[in-house]
């Protein structure tokens, strides 16, 4: 079977989130499916550098503007499919800001040729080759799926919704721009409440839904996490999967991880106890290897929960604890960051920025790594978090529900528990995990079983690729 997948980013060539990586992993976790995955990118300069000297599978004379030329090119395994149209994407930078942070005024068109393109390609082949299946990827390929749906010629399409929070609304006005019947702009269509809604298309005409978790895909069902498409997805229900995100257990290893000072796995735990100590350095906390150290790797918005996690602090020096945070984004939560760790030296340490080497350090040193989200659809963090034994702290949302069990009194006495949840999210409640955590923490066999099963839990993609394999096999007939 083959899928073309859509998508405005992918490791390794260009990332932002948590979507570049599902994108990358996806193709090798589906090849012992027999199912094989051309992945088709925005031709950004950096896509078009790493590609090398791809090969011209398509050429459009009119992309929203201007010329286009699909190119076809491998890298790392994988087989990508890049829209080299420079008048849309021959800019550095991020795909979607610009350097003052400001979208793209651009955007509507940039992705609505991405979507096109692939609409193209997934009814016309490329040589010999035709697609069986086309997996759209949050709202920036989110017009694909309405391509399709008004092509002369069937191709089933999956739309995944990777966060539900954004979701590409447009000036109505650009509908006219969009090749599309007049039918299809209305409320049994892409229409968002008088915009051109680019997720809400996706959802309307796809064939099939899925999002990155069980629990979030019955939460935007809500009112509450629905964003103001619950009702629409509950009417869909029939065709709305949960399939939980995973991670690359080669590229995720303590075993085998470079950027570790001490590598380890789940027999030799103490070894993290020289990691700890790098970590330590890196943020300027006190060299005290008895208190915990608490760590926070990701954006820094409210989403994340990064305003709860300083509201605890109080709770961090009850207990003892350090506390460590990596990560960008919202200014004021940086300044608020940058400040506590101001007042505190030793005890608290902030780097503001996006640093893969250190987010490593900091999963191979951490005692407990923070996961305080509002909402999360999946979540990365935590299941880093898993795989190196920093034992998550986590809001009982999304797929931090389905990952992490509560080392509560019921849970330690059959042995089970891999982290601490606390629900709803608060910084009081979030403060009395990190209390629980500390006194677990200095019960050192009860710990060392926590990260244990931490360790044991399979964070790969087996389970979820088999659940994809399976959806794509209902689209395509079997």
């Not at 000036?171 to 299809?184: I, Q």
């Not at 009112?223 to 399939?243: E, I, W």
């Not at 796995?265 to 890196?282: S, V």
């Not at 760790?341 to 005890?347: E, K, L, N, V």
């Amino acid at each position: 079977m083959r899928v073309l997948a859509v998508a405005s980013e992918c490791v390794p060539l260009v990332k932002t989130g948590g979507l570049a990586d599902v994108v990358g992993a996806l193709p090798g976790a589906l090849a012992g499916h027999d199912i094989a995955i051309t992945t088709m990118l925005p031709g950004y300069p950096a896509v078009l550098a790493a590609l090398g000297d791809p090969r011209p599978a398509r050429i459009m004379a009119d992309l929203f503007g201007g010329p286009a030329r699909l190119l076809r090119g491998t890298l790392g395994g994988l087989d990508i499919i890049a829209v080299d149209a420079p008048h849309l994407f021959g800019r550095t930078g991020s795909p979607y800001l610009m350097p003052d942070g400001r979208e793209w005024p651009d955007n509507a068109p940039r992705f609505a040729a991405l979507a096109q393109a692939a609409a193209h390609l997934a009814l016309h082949g490329i040589g010999q080759t035709r697609f069986d299946v086309v997996h759209a990827h949050d709202w920036q390929a989110g017009l694909t799926p309405a391509y399709l749906r008004f092509a002369p010629r069937r191709v089933p399409s999956l739309f995944t919704i990777h966060n539900l929070a954004f979701q590409g609304q447009f000036p109505a006005a650009f509908f006219g721009r969009l090749s599309l019947p007049p039918e299809a702009f209305s409320t049994a269509g892409l229409e968002y409440f008088g915009t051109v809604g680019y997720l809400k298309a996706g959802l309307w005409f796809a064939d099939a839904i899925s999002t990155v978790s069980p629990s979030y895909a019955a939460e935007i069902r809500t009112p509450m996490a629905g964003m103001g498409l619950d009702g629409l997805l509950r009417g869909r229900t029939t065709v709305l999967h949960g399939v939980l995100n995973g991670i690359d257990t080669a590229e995720w290893d303590p075993k085998t991880d470079r950027h570790l000072p001490a590598r380890f796995d789940a027999q030799n735990l103490p070894a993290r106890a020289t990691n700890k100590a790098a970590l330590q350095a890196a943020f300027g906390l006190a060299q005290e290897p008895s208190a915990p150290l608490f760590v926070y790797v990701g954006r820094l918005a409210w989403q994340k929960g990064v305003d709860l996690l300083l509201e605890a602090i109080p709770a961090l020096f009850a207990a003892g604890g350090q506390l460590a945070i990596l990560g960008s984004g919202d200014a004021a939560l940086v300044e608020r960051c940058e400040g506590a760790a101001a007042a505190h030296p030793g005890r608290i340490g902030t780097r503001i920025a996006f640093d893969e080497a250190l987010a490593r350090l900091a999963y191979g040193g951490a005692d407990a790594m923070l996961v305080p989200s509002r909402f999360e659809p999946c979540g990365l963090a935590q299941l880093c978090a898993l795989r190196y034994g920093a034992l998550p702290i986590v809001t009982r949302v999304g797929g931090l529900a389905d990952t992490v069990v509560d080392a509560n009194a019921a849970a330690l006495g059959q042995g089970w528990g891999n982290g601490f949840v606390c629900a709803p999210d608060s910084p009081e409640l979030l403060g009395a995990a990190m209390l629980r955590a500390a006194g677990l923490y200095r019960q050192r066999e009860i710990w060392a079983g926590l990260q244990r099963n931490a360790m044991a839990q399979d964070v790969s993609w087996a389970a979820s690729a088999a659940q994809y394999a399976a959806i794509y096999r209902g689209l395509a007939g079997g």
